[in-house]
């Protein structure tokens, strides 16, 4: 029966220390304890958080570079690809007014060389005429030495004439 | 260094119960010792000398010389204070001031006043009031100045440093910290209130384990069977019906007086209003008696083992010896139990008044009271099991 029936005394003193210590611990213990857990909950979380943006600026950032990598290399390709439009299209040009200048070139030459032909031509039918002459003026003055053979021819030729 | 620490707690329990082996034998030793001269061993008187609460500390005995811690002993007789050493009553054999131990009858191991011979019990006196720090008080002291240092230099270290990870003795205490916050005080009592209540139950929850604890050790200044006495176990539940009741609103007061879904003619008193009365009451009553009744059994079932022991032994040592065998390996099975119990004794008186308090301030919510009676149901299923157990 002693077992099971309350004492006055201890009932008394453990009330007063059980009060007592949930005072103490209130105040001393578990105020900072749980104040310290719920900053560091709340820091972790912050940070988790944190990290989750940073990850996502990071995700923006690498998506950002990547695109802008990607519009660089477009840009650059067709730069690029101008440049050699233009570079071939220069040589296509100056191809063209190299063929044309060649031409024209060998045009006036060709120009020239009938010129200088016709000149030399001339010249040479002046010479030739000139130098006929010149033959037929001294073979004609060799002739005529003597009268015989002059009246001869003209006789010659008058009956020709008169022949016809 | 690291190492150590880690694995600390287990060899600690370990050698919390081999330690709890070792010297259930001293005091036992003492008592047959100095009984078998006189008269045969009593395996009851023995059990309950050790659960029960004493004036003096016993530590050892050598030969017949008692070795025992004197407590003081106050007393008020009409008015009336004294105070003085437990050791003037030289072990219960003299009386001193006019008062002595009662040795035998219905108030055997209270203190009672004495007639003029000094020997014979006053049967007219009047009451006493008796405010002797006992060997229990002594032991909540102990254990409540264990606690405090134990727990307050933990919050200094937490104050050192700041948020960063706990480290060594103060992450232990945190998982016990955070269990009861997280798992007994949030889902019982709810998230926007829990506040008001946690410094009581992490209270309650610490002084009860680690209570228990020290009554696994049995040598000082452990052994003292503090949460296996029934004014204890009292005191606590008192508090919590205390707390429930002063904090109860209007829902709460409503579900007493005037529960709904029960017919008008059953409300009218003395039927429902007394039925409900009685449920409000029981259920810091059943607290009591559970820790009480958990912690005592466990005690008895180790003395036992050990009373087996004198009990065959003290006809034939030879037979004494043989069983010794056997009860030290159930007295190793049974401390490491009890450590069990230990636990799950405090985590079930938490979690009942952690309960008792949600359903205290619970907010009128028929689908949210469902909730929590299911929760109740679920939850009270470690208990059952350390009731199976002891």
Not at chain 2, 20 to 38: G, I, K
Not at chain 2, 359 to 366: L, S
């Amino acid at each position: 029966m002693n077992l099971i029936t309350p004492d006055f005394g201890l009932f008394f003193w453990m009330t007063i220390s059980f009060l007592i210590l949930v005072f103490i611990l209130k105040r001393f213990a578990w105020k900072p304890i749980l104040n310290m857990l719920q900053k560091r909950e709340k820091s972790i979380d912050e940070a988790i958080r944190a990290a989750e943006i940073a990850r996502q600026d990071m995700e923006k950032l690498k998506f950002n570079n990547e695109q802008l990598m990607r519009q660089a290399k477009a840009e650059r390709d067709e730069i690029l690809k101008e440049a050699r439009n233009i570079r071939e299209s220069i040589i296509d040009e100056a191809k063209i007014k190299a063929n044309e200048e060649a031409n024209r070139i060998i045009q006036s030459a060709k120009e020239s060389i009938h010129y200088e032909k016709m000149a030399a031509m001339t010249e040479l039918k002046n010479q030739l005429a000139t130098l006929s002459i010149e033959i037929a003026e001294q073979i004609l003055k060799e002739e005529l030495k003597n009268s015989e053979k002059h009246n001869k021819m003209i006789k010659q030729m008058l009956e020709k004439v008169t022949f016809n | 260094m690291n190492y150590t620490k880690k694995y600390l707690a287990p060899v600690l329990g370990f050698f919390f119960s081999l330690i709890a082996l070792l010297t259930s034998y001293s005091p036992v030793f003492a008592v047959e010792n100095s009984d078998t001269e006189t008269e045969k061993f009593n395996a009851g008187e023995m059990i309950m000398e050790h659960i029960g609460d004493a004036y003096e500390w016993h530590i050892f005995t050598i030969g017949d010389k008692h070795i025992s811690i004197p407590l003081p002993v106050i007393l008020i007789n009409n008015g009336k204070l004294d105070v003085f050493l437990s050791s003037k009553f030289n072990h219960g054999q003299s009386s001193y001031k006019g008062y002595k131990i009662e040795t035998q009858g219905e108030k055997k191991g209270k203190i009672v006043k004495v007639k003029e011979d000094g020997i014979t019990t006053d049967e007219n006196a009047g009451k006493i009031w008796n405010l002797s720090i006992t060997k229990n008080v002594f032991a909540i002291f102990i254990s409540i100045t264990l606690l405090c240092v134990m727990l307050i230099s933990v919050a200094n270290i937490y104050q050192k440093q700041g948020i960063k990870a706990p480290r060594g003795f103060q992450s232990i205490i945190e998982i016990i910290i955070l269990f009861v916050r997280d798992d007994i005080a949030i889902p019982a009592i709810g998230k926007e209130k829990y506040q008001k209540f946690l410094p009581y139950l992490l209270t309650l929850f610490f002084f009860i384990f680690f209570t228990n604890l020290l009554g696994l050790i049995p040598f000082f200044p452990g052994g003292a069977n503090v949460t296996g006495n029934i004014s204890v176990t009292m005191a606590l539940a008192l508090f919590t019906f205390l707390i429930t009741n002063f904090n109860g609103n209007k829902h709460y007061w409503k579900d007493i007086f005037n529960a709904p879904g029960i017919p008008i003619f059953l409300k009218i008193p003395p039927i429902m209003p007394i039925v409900e009365l009685a449920g409000m009451i029981t259920k810091p009553f059943v607290l009591m008696i559970r820790l009480f009744a958990n912690i005592t059994a466990g005690h008895i079932v180790i003395l036992g083992f050990v009373a087996l022991i004198f009990i065959l032994g003290g006809d034939n040592p030879t037979v004494g010896y043989a069983v010794s065998g056997g009860s030290i390996i159930f007295m190793i099975f049974m401390t490491l139990l009890e450590l069990l119990v230990a636990f799950i004794q405090a985590y079930v008186f938490t979690l009942l008044s952690a309960l008792y308090f949600g359903m205290a301030i619970e907010e009128e919510k028929p689908e949210h009271k469902q909730i929590i009676e299911n929760k109740t149901n679920i939850e009270f299923s470690p208990e059952n099991t350390g009731n199976i157990i002891n």
